[in-house]
């Protein structure tokens, strides 16, 4: 345990207090698209229906579609009441929030001093967006973070099976996780040998293709609607794909201004696989590697994704969060890593607020202020304001992610800019008493 206080009794209550915290604001908050979702799924399997066949339907493998069918029983004991389903269809992400912050304490506890410890886990365990992502918007990324965190901590610990499971499951939830795999395969190949690595990729592998298989044999559906699925934001094979709303939170969403539909243009639609494939050749060929090699190379897979994939929403930037405060405040502990961090959530939230953001509060709203529900339907994109300052805030967070990226692999630059600010700072108040 990392108790931030010397009282037991007092971190207990903490502890319960933030949980209660979080349980309150899950009555009454959460996106109306993913919600509604998430409720029909339930409906769906509780019917034995083929949970892809529906439109507006999950885009996910089939684990969390089991979630959804407990909730939805659960919500049918309580008197179909609609609060108390929000709440259990959120409580897997907010203990999942609990879970990553002691995780991530404990795996700094035993590799770094105290005092870095607990600052890492009060990060995690406060993180507003955290918060914002599972509490109140009801997003899975808590899960597939903790998940993909766990993996990290088995792998470094020399737990290669039990990494490769807990990573499997991360993909079985949610696919793609799997695009952080070449960093693992990478730390294996360079710190034990190529029998480990392939072991590795065939158990992370085979447990969501296993499982799926198994699901649609066991319910009889038609795998062919889930295929569909996977590639909703990247059309493969419709003749007539699905227009790309902008892209979402990266430069995609700016490109749109411009009257380009990724959809349908090959190229774009699939830049993010060779973007990946350099970033993979980059650390298989570096000689050696260490957790904290491993730690940024997570990291950079993540972000280039995040600004090369054809759709990437805000709730994306909650996976890469955990290493992120690894790097910044115990691999290569630098404030300016922080401030840069900060200002990219900021960002991020700015651009959520043009991108239906503020509708997070529908359900609190409507019950109990509806004039005020009808004033933030202003922020819906299809107004051109919107939709513009959306688009240019989705440019302008790509721009920060790479960046952040290269001030991380590269520390030399921030050092550089650190070393140019003081001496102009001092060349000027020289001057100012010279005048």
Known sequence: MLPLFKNKYYFALFIVGLFLAEAFLSLWTGVLFDMTIWFQTGVWMNQGTNIYLPNNHLGYP?????????????????????????????????????ALAFAIGKFAQNRFDKRTARKIFLLA???????????????????????????????????????????????????????????????ILK???????????????????????????????????????????????????????GGCMNLW?????????????????????????????????KPSMKEADLNLAIISFYLLFMVS??????????????????QILAFRPKKPYMYALLAIQGLVFAFSTFNWGPLIFAPLLKQFYPPLLEAIQVFDPKNALIWTTRGVLGLVVSLSLCAFLVGLAKPAVFERILKKIPKKHVKQEKLALIE
Do not use: H
């Not at 069918?69 to 907010?94: D, H, S």
């Not at 969403?253 to 350099?278: H, K, Y």
């Not at 994939?309 to 690894?326: H, K, S």
């Open 62 to 98: 089939p684990l969390w579609a089991f979630w959804c069918l407990i909730a939805y029983r659960v919500y049918g004991i309580l008197g179909n009441n609609m609060e108390l389903w929000r709440f259990t269809i959120k409580l897997p992400l907010i203990l999942a929030q609990f």
């Open 125 to 187: 365990l406060t993180w507003i967006f955290f918060i914002y992502i599972g509490a109140m918007w009801g997003q899975l990324n808590m899960l597939s973070a903790l998940l993909t965190f766990l993996a990290f901590y088995a792998v470094t610990s020399k737990r290669n099976t039990l990494g490769a499971l807990l990573l499997g499951v991360a993909v079985t939830l949610k696919i793609y996780p799997l695009i952080v795999l070449p960093a693992f395969l990478a730390y």
């Open 191 to 245: 710190n034990q040998d190529r029998k480990e690595a392939g072991r590795f990729t065939l158990y992370t592998c085979a447990l969501p293709v296993v499982f799926t298989l198994i699901v649609f044999a066991a319910y009889q559906w038609d795998i062919l609607f889930f295929l569909r699925t996977i590639f909703y934001w990247t059309p493969v094979f419709d003749t007539n794909p699905l227009q790309i709303q």
């Open 253 to 285: 969403s700016f490109i749109s201004l411009l009257n380009v539909d990724i959809s349908r243009v090959w190229l774009l639609r699939f830049i993010w696989i060779p973007v990946l494939g350099v970033t993979s050749l980059y650390w298989f060929r």
């Open 309 to 326: 994939y054809g759709w990437v929403t805000e709730q994306t930037f909650l996976d890469p969060l955990p290493f992120i405060f690894l």
